[in-house]
């Protein structure tokens, strides 16, 4: 009972946060695009950090845009997304439009000074990410913060989940992603060509940036990419598997679908197998060794402050060691649960609340970097989105499909 009250509490506070009092020198932000997702990604947690003030809101439809404000609190309405960036009280942009367009005004805001968080992905392919991430404007001193919002890499789940993993004797890693089809309509941005839709950037990028970390390496090929095309785009994925090959002979594959069954709950799951260690038993007869071959999972990695679980499995076996030959006498299995809803759950003294969103505890950083201030460490850095960026391209590539076109600002003739 007292989890499910737990549970009612954490995603109830989560969803209609009490707004606290802001400093005098909140971090002002300006949002590009009435879209829904800023609620979770900014608007909400924004309300609990002192620190930030949703300020101003720009639409392509005006009407749209004062019907947002209204509805979200928000005390300005900004003629178009160039007035957000050319309005001097604006700190920090925030860009949740269709990916096509991430590249192009996420250039601009950093031009004109101000902080961007960009909403994932960040581009649509490697030549963007170069462009974006190396710009020269972030190599001078006092740069702007630019962040992709790679939300899931902030929960305090995910740090905990990630210190259970022993990279020496990693086996293999498997991340799986599935979203039931009415979340995300056939006629979404999200799965056009033209608007940088499809499975593998908007989905499909949680599962590569899992195994990157998890492995702590970049992929040196895509050695299988199966797709299932848009019934409305054939040149987009709504679905797919891939394989990839690391250094080391080590092996990481995702599974994701924007459009799975109606019948599935959003399915969000990361496993990782490691090969058989030795183990040290001082107890055990002259002779016999035990080794541990563990299993761990995080499951509903992306979305862990509503609700997750991190299984811990362990096989033990005792062998009997004879020269060349190995003898299993005994084998069992330990398992065990637990649950990460803040730092000081997994023993770290971080801030954070049981109903802090992978959002807020992203937001935490990102004002701390705007701030110059130490914060958690934890971060993803411009060299890290673009070797996410490098990866998703593999997979394109090994699928057969083409990358998505570039943006303007690279090739003006392209229309926006």
């Known amino acids: 009972m007292a989890s499910l009250l737990g549970f009612v509490a954490r995603n109830w506070q989560m969803s209609s946060p009490s707004e606290v009092p802001k400093t005098p020198n909140a971090l002002k932000f300006g949002i590009l695009g009435a879209a829904n997702i800023a609620k979770s990604v900014l608007i909400n947690p924004a309300k609990t950090h002192p620190e930030v003030k949703v300020q101003a809101v720009a639409a392509r439809d005006k009407h749209r845009a004062v019907a947002y404000a209204r509805k979200h609190g928000i005390p300005q309405v900004h003629e178009s997304y160039e007035a957000i960036l050319d309005d001097p009280s604006i700190d920090v ?8 367009l991430h590249f192009e005004w996420a250039l601009k805001a950093l031009n004109k000074g101000k902080h961007v968080l960009v909403e994932k992905p960040a581009v649509v392919n490697a030549i963007e990410a170069e462009t974006l991430f190396r710009s020269p404007v972030l190599q001078k001193p006092k740069a702007p913060i630019l962040l992709e919002a790679m939300h899931h890499r902030f929960q305090p789940s995910w740090q905990y989940f990630i210190s ?3 990279r020496s004797s990693l086996d293999r890693v498997v991340s799986i992603g599935k979203l039931p089809s009415y979340i995300i309509p056939k006629t979404s ?8 839709g499809g499975n593998l ?8 940036c899992v195994l990157r970390e998890i492995i702590g390496a970049e992929p040196e090929e895509c050695t299988k990419c199966t797709v299932r095309r848009t019934p409305l785009d054939e040149l987009c994925d709504e679905a797919a598997e891939a394989t990839f090959r690391f250094p080391h002979g080590l092996v990481g594959e995702i599974v994701t679908d924007m459009r799975a069954s109606v019948f599935i709950l959003p399915t969000f799951i990361t496993t990782v197998v490691h090969k058989e260690v030795l183990v040290e038993d001082d107890k055990l007869p002259r002779g016999q060794k035990k080794f541990r071959v563990r299993k761990v999972t995080l499951n509903n990695f992306l979305m862990a402050a509503a609700w997750h679980r991190i299984d811990i499995e362990d096989e033990f076996i005792i062998k009997k060691v004879d020269g060349e030959t190995n003898k299993v006498i005994k084998r069992w299995s330990n398992k065990e649960s637990r649950k990460i809803y803040t730092f000081k759950d997994a023993g770290l003294d971080q801030p954070g609340e049981p109903s ?7 937001l935490e950083q990102f004002v701390n970097r705007v701030r110059d201030r130490e914060g958690s460490g ?6 890290d989105s673009l070797k996410q ?19 303007s600002v690279l090739h003006p003739s392209v229309s926006e």
Not at 189 to 196: A, S
Not at 356 to 362: A, P, V
Not at 396 to 406: C, F, I, Q, V
Request: hydrophobic content about 40%; overall charge negative; aromatic content about 12%.
């Open 93 to 100: 942009v925030y860009i949740p439009l269709p990916p096509s």
């Open 164 to 166: 259970l993993v022993d």
């Open 189 to 196: 941005v999200q799965l056009g060509y033209e608007t940088g």
């Open 201 to 208: 950037l908007n989905l499909g990028t949680y599962g590569m």
């Open 356 to 362: 802090w969103s992978s959002w807020r505890h992203e």
């Open 378 to 383: 934890l971060w993803l850095s411009n060299e």
């Open 389 to 407: 960026a490098k990866m998703i391209d593999l997979a394109y590539e090994k699928a057969g499909l083409p990358l998505r076109p570039t943006g």
